[in-house]
């Protein structure tokens, strides 16, 4: 769908997990609760050993794989632009918190959280981690949309298939007249924005970037001039509990 790493379903569509080398974690290696073991990023490495990153540079192919602080000599947040890492108090809080890439159908941590779209890690697709399971907490992942709303309809979602109440695409404001609570989220390869709880819930979602549904200023077209899959009801669900033939 618009989020690459989102399924939908619901009575139907579905959704998945902000971050992501050989590294060797600067801090000592966590050791990972039971149940919830490290993943790799699945990246192939260069000739140089390393993985490429949308914005932060290249990697070490290990990043992220095992509980530990990670290298972020790329990141600004973390480091400065020779890579040294910047003074303690400058440097963001989660550069020093210990993490991993995890499998979100064995996973069960509280905070367990995918890589946004935006966050100038990767392209290819996104990936799920948690600082929970490594010992650290989270303060890289931040939510600016708490309340979740369904304007469009209040459709019941199937008995088994267990929502995923947000599509977990960066909000920002905006003054768009389909923004939600003046809020809104930019699709990847979408020249227009979409309502900040685009797909959280059961409900007929606005498709400003659709000529299907709406015209080329992202107002909707008349009912009777949309498509027929504008005006039915779906929601982002977790794909490891939702089974439905239409994930």
């Not at 939908?8 to 801090?27: E, N």
């Not at 809104?184 to 020249?191: D, I, L, N, T």
Request: contains cysteine.
């Amino acid at each position: 769908h618009l989020f690459s790493s989102l399924r939908p379903c619901c009575a139907m569509r579905s959704s998945l997990l902000p971050f992501v080398g050989l590294i060797v974690p600067a801090g000592s290696v966590n050791v990972p609760v039971p149940g919830c073991t490290c993943i790799g990023s699945g990246l192939t490495p260069g000739a140089d050993g390393k993985i490429a990153t949308l914005r932060w540079g290249r990697y070490p192919a290990n990043y992220g794989s095992q509980c530990g602080v990670q290298d972020e000599t790329g990141h600004s947040a973390c480091s400065d632009a020779n890579g040294n890492p910047l003074p303690e108090g400058v440097r963001a809080d989660w550069c020093d918190e210990p993490w991993c890439f995890v499998d979100p159908c064995t996973c069960d941590v509280a905070d367990l959280s995918i890589t946004a779209p935006d966050s100038g890690y990767f392209t290819d697709k996104q990936r799920h981690y948690s600082f929970m399971n490594c010992g650290g907490v989270d303060t890289f992942t931040t939510t600016t949309m708490p309340a979740k709303t369904c304007p469009n309809g209040e459709f019941k979602p199937l008995g088994e298939c267990a929502l995923k109440m947000d599509n977990e695409a960066v909000k920002f404001r905006c003054t768009d007249s389909w923004a939600v609570g003046g809020m809104c989220v930019q699709p990847a390869k979408m020249s227009v924005t979409y309502p900040a709880n685009y797909g959280e819930g059961c409900g007929i979602h606005p498709e400003p970037g659709y000529s299907d549904c709406s015209f080329p200023d992202g107002t909707p077209k008349p009912v009777e001039e949309q498509a027929a899959w504008c005006l039915e009801p779906w929601s982002y669900v977790n794909p490891c509990t939702c089974t439905l033939a239409d994930l």
